[in-house]
Each structure stands twice: as C-alpha cells, then as structure tokens.
Nanobody, 128 residues
Framework: QVQLVESGGGLVQPGGSLRLSCAAS???????????WGWYRQAPGKERELVGD???????NYAESVKGRFTISRDNTKNTMDLQMNYVKPEDTGVYFC???????????????????WGQGTQVTVSS
C-alpha cells in the first residue's frame, strides 16, 4: 500500500502565499508505479475539484481558476509533491487533497492493477 500525508495548510490573508506538501510512503513497487500526481480541493457544499496535476515526464496541468498563481512540483527522489499557492483568494478556501494514480503489473501474465491513492486532506482558509 501507499500512504499520502499532506501538510502546510492554515489560515492565510488574501493576496498571501502558502505552500502545501504531500509526502508518500509505502511499497516501493507501487510508488514506482505512480505516474500522475495531483492536488484537489473541496470547498464547503461543493464537489471536489482538480487544482492541478503533474505527470512523470514533468508536464503540468492546472485549473483555469489557479493558472498563473499556483505551481505544482515533484521531488521523485523523496517521493514528495508540493503546491505553491501565491496571490490566494477567498475562493481558494477548502480542504486540499493529495492524489496519486498509476498502475502496476501484478502477475507474469501481465495483469495490471490500477492505483489511486488519497491523502486525508489539509484545510486552507483564505480570510482577512
């Protein structure tokens, strides 16, 4: 199994910055099979939405609402992922979740198991 643990959430004023981190641990075989890492968020009364993700090749994808303000980075050697949040707005408030997806071959016939792991979430509140 793989465990994801987020940290870095808290209260920040509008226009400020915050950096979230996600640390992964567990089976090295499964960790090596993870190829899409992402940050999601869920505001009160709303559905969980993708903030952005980063793929094993380094390409990134961001929601329109955070483009130019948020940056995702990965350290493959440490199995960590960060979300740098700049110029935050009140609408960025929510619980932020780390997610990792991938696949591993589970037998000699080549059967594949899809992997999809979530962290427990960290609260981000943007308010003056």
């Amino acid at each position: 199994q793989v465990q994801l643990v987020e940290s870095g959430g808290g209260l920040v004023q509008p226009g400020g910055s915050l950096r979230l981190s996600c640390a992964a641990s567990g089976s090295s075989r499964r960790l090596n099979g993870l190829n899409v890492w992402g940050w999601y968020r869920q505001a009160p009364g709303k559905e969980r939405e993708l903030v952005g993700d980063i793929r094993s090749g380094g390409s990134t994808n961001y929601a329109e609402s955070v483009k130019g303000r948020f940056t995702i980075s990965r350290d493959n050697t440490k199995n960590t992922m960060d979300l740098q949040m700049n110029y935050v707005k009140p609408e960025d408030t929510g619980v932020y979740f780390c997610n990792a997806k991938g696949r591993v071959v589970v037998n000699v016939e080549g059967a594949v198991r899809e992997l999809d792991y979530w962290g427990q979430g960290t609260q981000v509140t943007v308010s003056s």
